[in-house]
């Protein structure tokens, strides 16, 4: 099972939307703009990130949403900050889009169950 995302993307002109749509998946899981001497050492395919479907947002000119499958292996079990980082860490400010909005996201029960939760229980939490 995969993190699902769904990305409300506007490309640059001239870019097309499936291209956009696997940067958008690249940039935010192991894709990279410099060269990293260690790329070599380890095959990154089972960490990428994967466009799966693009789809034109009705009424909206040059808007699609990019659908995008992250592997868990990606992820750090428990860290909803190390999820969050890699998913929309620096792929706001990539310079193929001129605008990009996370618009669902959906975490499989195999690691929302690594998540601990608040650690003097919901009550507590919900009474502050």
Known sequence: TDILAAFRVTPQPGVPPEEAGAAVAAESSTGTWTTVWTDG????????????????????EDQYIAYVAYPLDLFEEGSVTNMFTSIVGNVFGFKALRALRLEDLRIPPAYSKTFQGPPHGIQSERDK
Do not use: F, M, N, Q
């Open 41 to 60: 050492l380890t095959s990154l395919d089972r960490y990428k990130g994967r466009c799966y479907h693009i789809e034109p947002v009705a009424g909206e």
